[in-house]
């Protein structure tokens, strides 16, 4: 069996404005909106990968990724080709740098949409 990725699914508390971050940071764009079992998914492509993104359903409860250690989802890394150029890009658009060049590795981390921690890596 071969086995390809797919896509990552981030629940979102604002899906508006997490679209427009990865549009606007990334270079996002949205493939499709659809429902599925009564719930919205916005399917977007960054970067060559699928991310897919919808709100909590109903009044479900939805814990804030606070950034301290948890399981699941808490990060999306992208690669670059030139880190000091893309964190510019991304600061003069407003995103917020939590971290640069830890221990002198070439990455950046970010505070993205539900303190999802964006890295840049550069390669």
């Not at 699914?9 to 429902?35: I, N, P, Q, S």
Request: glycine share 8%; hydrophobic share 40%.
């Amino acid at each position: 069996m071969a086995v390809t990725f797919h896509h990552v699914h981030l629940r979102c508390e604002d899906l508006e404005g997490a679209v427009r971050y990865y549009e606007e940071m990334f270079d996002g764009k949205v493939d499709e909106t659809v429902e599925v079992r009564g719930l919205k998914i916005v399917r977007m492509e960054i970067g060559g990968e699928r991310i897919f993104l919808s709100p909590k359903l109903g009044d479900m409860e939805v814990e804030d990724t606070s950034g301290n250690p948890r399981w699941g989802v808490y990060q999306l890394a992208f690669t670059v080709e030139d880190l000091d150029a893309e964190v510019a890009k991304l600061q003069a658009k407003g995103a917020e740098l939590e971290d640069l060049k830890p221990q002198g590795l070439m990455m950046a981390f970010f505070k993205g949409p539900d303190n999802v921690q964006i890295e840049l890596i550069e390669a």
